[in-house]
């Protein structure tokens, strides 16, 4: 079992910055990629980003070249730097692991940007 803790969420005004971490505990066998998740209410939750156990990386179109996601292994912790942010980047941003057995999410952190 993993858990998942997110944390650095807030209040910023468009054009700001942001940084997201994600705390990660436990383990699961046959991680494929971790990654971090957004959803506004009435939609789908959406794939920011992505990265992959080899460190391969993958954004969303309407995040590339504004945000980038990292990982601390030894820290079991992972990380999203969110920079030059938008109003439409408002949402609840959840922190993801996908194991070939079970996908794990966190409880996510609200990030607000204001105009």
């Known amino acids: 079992q993993v858990q998942l803790v997110e944390s650095g969420g807030g209040l910023v005004q468009a054009g700001g910055s942001l940084r997201l971490s994600c705390a990660a505990s436990?383990?699961?066998?046959?991680?494929?990629?971790r990654g971090w998740y957004r959803q506004t209410p009435g939609k789908e939750r959406e794939r920011v980003a992505v990265i992959s156990s080899g460190g391969y990386t993958n954004y969303a179109d309407f995040v590339k070249g504004r945000f980038t996601i990292s990982r601390d292994n030894a820290k079991n912790m992972m990380y999203l730097q969110m920079n030059s942010l938008k109003p439409e980047d408002t949402a609840v941003y959840y922190c993801?692991?996908?194991?070939?057995?079970?996908?794990?999410w966190g409880q996510g952190t609200q990030v607000t940007v204001s105009s």
């Open positions: 993801n692991v996908d194991s070939i057995l079970k996908t794990y």
């Open positions: 436990g383990s699961a066998l046959g991680i494929r990629t």
